[in-house]
Nanobody, 122 residues
């Protein structure tokens, strides 16, 4: 069982930066691949980024590649999403998720956080 709590969301102007954190409970955090997803009003939840259990492999949605960076600190049971050059279309609720396998498919993730709102003004 893994419990996830996101933080770091907020309101930022276009071109600005935010860093999201996802703190995990449980001693097996380092065995899970972690993903970040987002959901805007009226839209389906979409993949943003994922990282393997070791941090050695990362994947990004094309829409955020080159702007967002996912990382993890297994000693702190935390995964991060550094978001730079934010755009209004990045506005959404951002969720972290944990799974045994690295995946971009949200339905393959077993554990989810409650989400944190990111709003980018133009």
């Amino acid at each position: 069982q893994v419990q996830l709590v996101e933080s770091g969301g907020g309101l930022v102007q276009a071109g600005g930066s935010l860093r999201l954190s996802c703190a995990a409970s449980g001693r097996t955090f380092s065995s899970y691949a972690m993903g970040w997803f987002r959901q805007a009003p009226g839209k389906e939840r979409e993949f943003v980024a994922a990282i393997s259990w070791s941090g050695g492999s990362t994947y990004y949605a094309d829409s955020v590649k080159g702007r967002f960076t996912i990382s993890r600190d297994n000693a702190k049971n935390t995964v991060y999403l550094q978001m730079n050059n934010l755009k209004p279309e990045d506005t959404a609720v951002y969720y972290c998720a944990a799974d045994g396998l690295l995946s971009w498919r949200p339905y393959e993730y077993d554990y989810w956080g409650q989400g944190t709102q990111v709003t980018v003004s133009s």
